[in-house]
């Protein structure tokens, strides 16, 4: 088969994650089909040296794979006009869209993966930047183009079993048309202890992740002012936010007066394997989410996890976390109060490890190779 595989997205967090690693697999895993990567002018030097890289690490010789150059935006109307025709020049038997966002005018088959349906829950202004008007003529668009690419895939691709029942839910697809691949911690997240490097954050509390309102950002820096104001003796401690500083990180940084919050920024894999390994805990408390893969991550670094009641966090993690309704700001920070002062079961960090060696982007990888082959099938 020649696959085609949208890599546009190869430097974003995220679907960029799951994207490299998906294809540092396949390429190791698959000797048989032909694979060609679209990617963006800026990212194709970068790319291919990596992939380089992978062929030199693991003795490869193959030679089925090859960049094409795709410089079109996501979620633009280029992308709905000029990428259909870019993708139609080589021929593909099948593309892999690894996200959302395609061109609902390719009628060639197709796989595409839908990380989580949250902004069907939570299409509020107060998540974007732009005009109402704007935006809520954007939000129509996304409810279409997601609507189309769900209804005209061969296979949709999803990382829980939470984002399937989403999917059934709300997009009224067939059950056996979807597909769950769980994601894993990426190989560079997992740092050896003899690499821990000196804490000089002291103790502190740690959130990693985007600032999007799902993500209940608010109701966290809430609960770590209570936890922090009722406790003197924790004047020293910090609540450290991990995540690009875009508008949402900028905007809840200028209204948050305590010096005891850190905004972070973005983090190396070195560094946010160190920071998970020195933190008290992870704290997560989303509204919703598709995986929740700082979850896994910080299982894989032996960091305890407190995180909201939810059942894509629930299916990650199971019982090895202290949960907390993510709507109520008491009980957020009686959980951090439980992990300060150590009342919880100590194996449940060596049983999180454990647990988080059941997911592996190897496995994701033979399990995306085998829906790509049953679309023939079909």
């Known amino acids: 088969m020649r696959i085609g595989i949208d890599a546009r997205l190869w430097n974003q967090t995220g679907v960029g994650r799951y994207t490299r690693n998906l294809v540092r697999n ?33 003795k490869l010789k193959i030679k089925n794979w090859k960049l094409e150059i795709a410089d079109i935006k996501w979620h633009s109307i280029a992308e709905q006009i000029k990428f259909p025709k870019i993708l139609e ?9 690894p996200y959302f966002s395609l061109p609902i005018f390719y009628k060639k088959p197709y796989v595409v993966t839908i990380h989580d349906l949250i902004i069907n829950h939570y299409p509020t202004g107060k998540a974007s930047t732009l005009f109402p008007l704007l ?10 183009i997601i609507y189309q690419a769900s209804k005209n895939a061969k296979k949709i691709i999803v990382p829980s079993i939470a984002t399937k029942n989403e999917v059934i839910d709300h997009l009224k697809i067939a059950d056996e048309k979807i597909v769950v691949t769980p994601e894993a911690a990426d190989q560079g997240l ?7 490097r000196i804490n000089k954050y002291g103790k502190y509390f740690l959130y990693v992740g985007n600032a999007y309102p799902h993500k209940n950002l608010d109701r966290l820096i809430q609960a770590f002012n209570v936890f922090h104001d009722q406790r003197p003796k924790t004047k020293d401690l910090k609540l450290i936010l991990v995540g690009r500083k875009d508008y949402f990180y900028k905007r809840l940084e200028q209204k948050t007066k305590s010096q005891n919050i850190i905004f972070y920024g973005v983090a190396t894999d070195a560094e946010l394997s160190n920071l998970y390994k020195n933190s008290l805990c992870l704290v997560m408390p989303s509204l919703m989410e598709g995986f929740g893969l700082p979850v896994l991550e910080a299982m894989a670094n032996k960091c305890l996890v407190a995180c909201s009641d939810i059942p894509s966090l629930r ?10 309704n993510p709507k109520n700001i008491t009980e957020i920070q009686e959980a951090m ?4 002062d150590q009342k919880y079961k100590k194996e449940i960090t060596e049983n999180a490890y454990a647990a988080a060696k059941e997911f592996s982007f190897e496995k994701m990888a033979k399990e995306t190779l085998k829906i790509y082959e049953s679309c023939f099938s079909i």
């Open 26 to 58: 396949l390429l190791i895993l698959d000797k048989n089909n032909t694979y060609i990567l679209f990617v963006r002018k800026q990212d194709y030097g970068i790319i291919n040296d990596q992939l380089l890289m992978i062929k030199h690490q693991n």
């Open 89 to 97: 020049k080589e021929n593909l038997d099948l593309v892999h869209f």
């Open 135 to 144: 935006y809520y003529s954007k939000l129509l668009s996304y409810k279409f």
């Open 190 to 196: 997992r740092i050896k202890n003899s690499e821990l």
């Open 315 to 324: 299916e990650v993690v199971k019982d090895n976390a202290l949960y907390f």
């Open 337 to 340: 109060s439980n992990v300060y």
